[in-house]
């Protein structure tokens, strides 16, 4: 009995035991495969650092003494620039402030000229008589202020 029982689960062992070792050389090459995209990656890192170096000199430990020269020069455009745009807006506060006090300067003085020529047009038309009695008035007041008697004043 056991030699038939042996028999009968040989063909299955056989079977299992071959297919445990295509499923070992499966793995082996898988594994074969994964070490040689691990190298590959390692390559890729490393290729990346470098590049991250070349262009990001702030990651770098020393940077070069040209790279900050440039930096400093840069700092100090950018600082002269504020200085400048500050520079204009004050200068144009100036000018907008000046432009305002010069119209006003030519409103006052426009103003000043239409007043004095109304009081030039009007100043005889006050001063003189209407009527010929108001203006016999005016001329005896003036000879009394000039000293003259007021039977020679006509």
């Known amino acids: 009995k056991k030699n038939n029982r042996i028999k009968e689960l040989e063909p299955r062992v056989k079977s299992a035991a071959e297919a445990i070792n295509s499923l070992k050389d499966i793995i082996k090459k898988k594994d074969d495969e994964i070490k040689t995209q691990e190298e590959k990656y390692k390559r890729f890192l ?9 262009i990001d000199p702030k990651g ?8 900050a020269a440039l930096r400093k020069q840069l700092a100090e455009k950018e600082r002269a620039l504020m200085r400048m745009e500050e520079e204009a807006e004050r200068l144009k506060t100036a000018r907008e402030r000046e432009e305002r006090m010069v119209l006003s300067a030519w409103y006052e003085m426009g103003m000043h000229v239409h007043k004095k020529g109304l009081e030039e047009r009007l100043q005889p038309q006050v001063n003189s008589p209407r009527s010929v009695l108001s203006q016999k008035r005016t001329d005896l007041r003036r000879s009394t202020v000039s000293g003259k ?6």
Do not use: E
Not at 46 to 54: E, L, N, S, W
Not at 60 to 67: E, F, H, I, L, V
């Open 60 to 67: 770098s430990q020393s940077p070069s003494p040209d790279t």
């Open 149 to 154: 008697s007021p039977s020679t004043v006509r």
């Open 46 to 54: 490393g290729k990346a650092k470098q590049v991250i170096k070349a």
